[in-house]
Nanobody, 129 residues
Framework: HVQLVESGGGSVQPGGSLRLSCAAT????????MGWFRQAPGKEREGVAS????????AYADSVKGRFIISRDNTKNTWYLQMNILKPEDTAMYYC???????????????????????WGQGTQVTVS
């Protein structure tokens, strides 16, 4: 059973930066597509960014494109979300997630683009104010 452990959340002023990390506690070679989601109070969970383990292909939600960068370190079974130029509307609980496989890097957009269930982290709060 894979466990995903996030770190790096916190509070920051608008325009600031934070970096989130997600570590898989077991060998993540079976998790080939990773990403980040977020959920603000009263809103549905939404995909933010994703990356493929082997080729490093990435995809971003329009709302964060140009401000957030997703990356991975396969040797550490860890992926990251560098968040820059943060806005109050970025305030949310952020969850890392991964699946066994995906058709494209945009695997979080619909079920047809991913293989297997999503493994979730416990969430880390990001507050921009």
């Amino acid at each position: 059973h894979v466990q995903l452990v996030e770190s790096g959340g916190g509070s920051v002023q608008p325009g600031g930066s934070l970096r989130l990390s997600c570590a898989a506690t077991v060998n993540s070679n079976n998790l080939n597509c990773m990403g980040w989601f977020r959920q603000a109070p009263g809103k549905e969970r939404e995909g933010v960014a994703s990356i493929t383990r082997i080729h490093g292909g990435t995809a971003y939600a329009d709302s964060v494109k140009g401000r957030f960068i997703i990356s991975r370190d396969n040797t550490k079974n860890t992926w990251y979300l560098q968040m820059n130029i943060l806005k109050p509307e970025d305030t949310a609980m952020y969850y890392c997630a991964a699946v066994v496989g995906c058709v494209t890097a945009s695997w979080w957009r619909d079920r047809g683009q991913r293989k297997g269930p999503i493994s979730w982290g416990q969430g880390t709060q990001v507050t921009v104010s």
